[in-house]
């Protein structure tokens, strides 16, 4: 009897919808940081259609609060995009890690899909793929589920968001930061993860006490993807 490997990069409808829904609880919290923003970018002078076009196009939400820093009459434009680049540079290292099962699908699917990649639905689509599971339709269904939210959020927070002014007062701020923590425990444990962790906690702390603002996901992504690779298994 000839055994055969799962095809991990297969991708269809069932497995789509089975991870839009599986995203759904998450995708409520990310709604309220939606209309966060949505209510945020009210008080900031930005008029409601650019605001929904920019998460309706963008889909970043730390990335997009930046922006409302940034937010004048006059925007300064190269400020603007190195900062967003700073803060979603982390997507350049999640594309490579997904690489090995994007390859097998056709350039306008695979950056389809990447189109709606976050913290989120890459965490559970990766740990899918190490438990040699077909990860793709978390990825892309899960992507779904949490952009349709995100700009459902921020409509809600452009005309109905007065309840929620900050949400850090509710602790909702460490919801996603959270969630990937759960992705870790739940996830392979050995000595080999202990340690890149530990390097990239590390490294990610030292950035935030001593470099520019948002570089410490830079810094900590590089050095746990150093030390991971420099300690990497055999197999």
């Excluded at 929904?52 to 609060?65: C, I, R, T, W």
Aim: proline share 3%; glycine share 10%; with cysteine.
């Amino acid at each position: 009897m000839t055994y055969h490997e799962p095809d991990l990069s297969q991708l269809n409808h069932s497995l789509i919808w089975a991870g839009f829904r599986q995203l759904i609880p998450v995708s409520l919290f990310v709604a309220i940081f939606g209309a966060a923003f949505g209510l945020a970018a009210s008080q900031k002078g930005m008029d409601q259609t650019s605001a929904a076009m920019m998460s309706l196009l963008v889909f970043a939400g730390y990335a997009q609060f930046a922006v409302l820093e940034l937010w004048a009459p006059h925007v300064p434009v190269l400020t603007l995009i190195a900062t967003v680049f700073a803060i979603n540079a982390r997507h350049l290292l999640m594309g490579a890690t997904l690489y090995p099962w994007l390859r097998c699908l056709t350039p306008a699917k695979r950056y389809g899909i990447m189109m709606v990649a976050s913290d989120a639905n890459w965490a559970m689509s990766i740990q899918a793929f190490s438990r040699g599971k077909a990860g793709l339709g978390l990825l892309f269904g899960g992507g779904l589920a949490l952009w349709l939210f995100w700009v459902a959020g921020t409509l809600a927070g452009l005309y109905f968001g007065n309840a929620i002014q900050d949400p850090k007062n509710y602790g909702l701020d460490m919801v996603m930061g959270c969630f990937l923590l759960s992705m870790v425990f739940e996830g392979e444990r050995n000595l080999r993860l202990f340690v890149v962790w530990a390097v990239a906690a590390s490294a990610s702390l030292i950035a935030y006490k001593w470099l520019p603002e948002n570089s410490h996901v830079i810094a900590g992504a590089l050095a746990g993807g150093i030390a991971g690779a420099m300690l990497r298994d055999e197999k």
